[in-house]
C-alpha cells in the first residue's frame, strides 16, 4: 500500500535535506536534549533513577518507569497502587551514537501504561566516544544485574522482557545471544522493533531489497545506517562479528521466545525479518509482523496514533495472548508465526 503522496514528498524532503551523520551527530544529540525538556511526566506513571555499576567503575544511568493504578473516591480519597504483570528492560534506539533516556521519556511511559510492565529505561554508553563492545556489554551486566535481582528486588526474572527498537533491537537481540552462551541468565522472551541485524547496508553489495528500496527517502537513509556503523565499530573486523551483527551468528537456536516486527517503509526490514526466519527455523518461537505504511523510529511518534496503538497490541499479544481485533488484522502484516 503506497504511502500518501503528500507525506512520501515530505519523507523525500526532509531525508535529502539532513546532513551526514557523521558530521551531524553532535547537533542532533542537542536537539534531542532540547525535545526531551518537552516531555511532560504522566501523574499514572511514577518515574525513579538508578544506577548499575559496571565491572570498569562506570555507572550506567537507569529510568524505572512503574504503571500506577489511581482510584480517587468522596468515601475513601486517593489510592495508589503499582499495576505492574512484569518488567521491560529497554534499550533505546539512535544508531548506538544517538537517543538516550531523555529522549525516550515519553516512548517508555506509554508502554509502561499500555504494557502495564515496569519499564527499566538503559543509558548504555554511546559511540563514537565508547565503541564496540561498550553497549552490549553494558547492556549484558545490566540485565545480568537484574536478573540477579541486584537492581530491583521484586523483579521475577520469569517476567523479564528485554525489548529494544532499532540499534536498541540489536542489542537485546546481542544480550540474548551472550546470556545464552554465558548461562548466567536466561530471558525468557525478547521484543526486537526495526532491529539492525546486518552488517552490509550499501545499496550495491546488500543482501537484502530493502536497502535499495527504502534506502534514500524514508527518513533512515542507507548511508546514514553505514555512518552509523561507522561510529560504532572499533574496527572494520568488529563488522564481522555476531555481536554487533546478530544475523551473522553460526547458531541462533536456544533464544528467548521472540517477536520481531518490521516497518514497510525502513532499509533495516529484510534484515530484520531474516532474523526472525532464521530464529524459526533453527527452533525458537517466533511471532514476526510488518507494520504497514510505517517508516523507521515510529516508535516515538505519539501514542495516540494508529500506528503505534496497532504495535502495543501486537506486543500485548505477544505477552499476554491478548486477541488481536479486527483492526489489527487488516492493518498488520503477519509474516511468521501469526495465529
Same mark, same amino acid.
Given at each position: 500500500?503506497?504511502?500518501?503522496?503528500?507525506?512520501?514528498?515530505? &519523507? !523525500?524532503?526532509?531525508?535529502?535535506? !539532513?546532513?551526514?551523520?557523521?558530521?551531524?551527530? +553532535?547537533?542532533? $544529540?542537542?536537539?534531542?536534549?532540547?525535545?526531551? %525538556?518537552?516531555?511532560?511526566?504522566?501523574?499514572?506513571?511514577?518515574?525513579?533513577? %538508578?544506577?548499575?555499576?559496571?565491572?570498569?567503575?562506570?555507572?550506567?544511568? /537507569?529510568?524505572?518507569?512503574?504503571?500506577?493504578?489511581?482510584?480517587?473516591?468522596?468515601? !475513601?480519597?486517593?489510592?495508589?497502587?503499582?499495576? =505492574?504483570?512484569?518488567?521491560?528492560?529497554?534499550?533505546?534506539?539512535?544508531?548506538?551514537?544517538?537517543?538516550?533516556?531523555?529522549?525516550?521519556?515519553? @516512548?517508555?511511559? @506509554?508502554?509502561?501504561?499500555?504494557?502495564?510492565?515496569?519499564?527499566?529505561?538503559?543509558?548504555?554508553? $554511546?559511540?563514537?566516544?565508547?565503541? &564496540?563492545?561498550?553497549?552490549?556489554?553494558?547492556?549484558?551486566?545490566?540485565?545480568?544485574?537484574?536478573?540477579?535481582?541486584? /537492581?530491583?528486588?521484586?523483579?521475577?526474572?520469569?517476567?523479564?522482557?528485554?525489548?529494544?527498537?532499532?540499534?536498541?533491537?540489536?542489542?537485546?537481540?546481542?544480550?540474548?545471544?551472550?546470556?545464552?552462551?554465558?548461562?548466567?541468565? &536466561?530471558? !525468557?522472551?525478547?521484543?526486537?522493533?526495526?532491529?539492525?541485524?546486518?552488517?552490509?547496508?550499501?545499496?550495491?553489495?546488500?543482501?537484502?531489497?530493502?536497502?535499495?528500496?527504502?534506502?534514500?527517502?524514508?527518513?533512515?537513509?542507507?548511508?546514514?545506517?553505514?555512518?552509523?556503523?561507522?561510529?560504532?565499530? =572499533? =574496527?572494520?573486523?568488529?563488522?564481522?562479528?555476531?555481536?554487533?551483527?546478530?544475523?551473522?551468528?553460526?547458531?541462533?537456536? +536456544?533464544?528467548?521466545?521472540?517477536?520481531?516486527?518490521?516497518?514497510?517503509?525502513?532499509?533495516?526490514?529484510?534484515?530484520?525479518?531474516?532474523?526472525?526466519?532464521?530464529?524459526?527455523?533453527?527452533?525458537?518461537?517466533?511471532?514476526?509482523?510488518?507494520?504497514?505504511?510505517?517508516?523507521?523510529?515510529?516508535?516515538?511518534?505519539? =501514542?495516540?496514533?494508529?500506528?503505534?496503538?496497532?504495535?502495543?497490541?501486537?506486543?500485548?499479544? &505477544?505477552?499476554?495472548?491478548?486477541?488481536?481485533?479486527? $483492526?489489527?488484522? $487488516?492493518?498488520?502484516?503477519?509474516?511468521? +508465526?501469526?495465529?
Amino acid at each position: 500500500m503506497p504511502l500518501n503522496k503528500a507525506v512520501l514528498a515530505a &519523507f !523525500k524532503a526532509a531525508s535529502r535535506l !539532513k546532513p551526514d551523520v557523521k558530521t551531524s551527530y +553532535g547537533a542532533q $544529540r542537542v536537539a534531542e536534549d532540547v525535545l526531551a %525538556k518537552l516531555s511532560v511526566p504522566n501523574p499514572r506513571c511514577r518515574i525513579e533513577e %538508578k544506577l548499575a555499576p559496571m565491572p570498569d567503575g562506570h555507572q550506567v544511568p /537507569l529510568r524505572v518507569f512503574t504503571p500506577l493504578d489511581i482510584d480517587l473516591s468522596l468515601a !475513601k480519597g486517593l489510592k495508589v497502587r503499582e499495576e =505492574s504483570r512484569g518488567t521491560i528492560l529497554f534499550f533505546h534506539g539512535g544508531g548506538w551514537v544517538n537517543g538516550n533516556v531523555d529522549f525516550y521519556l515519553d @516512548a517508555c511511559t @506509554a508502554m509502561a501504561l499500555r504494557l502495564e510492565r515496569r519499564v527499566v529505561s538503559v543509558d548504555y554508553r $554511546r559511540a563514537p566516544e565508547h565503541r &564496540f563492545p561498550q553497549a552490549p556489554n553494558d547492556c549484558y551486566e545490566v540485565a545480568r544485574q537484574l536478573f540477579a535481582g541486584q /537492581l530491583l528486588d521484586d523483579a521475577d526474572p520469569d517476567r523479564i522482557v528485554l525489548f529494544g527498537d532499532s540499534a536498541g533491537g540489536n542489542l537485546a537481540a546481542v544480550v540474548s545471544l551472550m546470556a545464552r552462551d554465558s548461562g548466567a541468565f &536466561f530471558p !525468557k522472551a525478547q521484543m526486537l522493533l526495526y532491529p539492525a541485524t546486518y552488517n552490509d547496508h550499501d545499496p550495491r553489495t546488500s543482501w537484502f531489497d530493502s536497502v535499495r528500496e527504502n534506502g534514500e527517502d524514508y527518513l533512515l537513509t542507507a548511508r546514514d545506517v553505514m555512518d552509523y556503523m561507522d561510529l560504532y565499530a =572499533s =574496527s572494520p573486523a568488529d563488522l564481522s562479528n555476531p555481536d554487533l551483527a546478530p544475523l551473522l551468528a553460526d547458531d541462533l537456536s +536456544g533464544l528467548p521466545r521472540t517477536l520481531v516486527i518490521t516497518a514497510e517503509y525502513c532499509p533495516l526490514r529484510d534484515e530484520g525479518e531474516a532474523f526472525a526466519a532464521r530464529c524459526e527455523l533453527e527452533g525458537t518461537e517466533v511471532q514476526c509482523y510488518r507494520m504497514l505504511n510505517a517508516v523507521h523510529g515510529y516508535l516515538l511518534y505519539p =501514542s495516540v496514533l494508529d500506528i503505534v496503538k496497532d504495535t502495543y497490541r501486537i506486543m500485548k499479544h &505477544f505477552l499476554d495472548g491478548d486477541e488481536l481485533t479486527e $483492526r489489527g488484522e $487488516r492493518t498488520w502484516l503477519g509474516l511468521l +508465526g501469526t495465529d
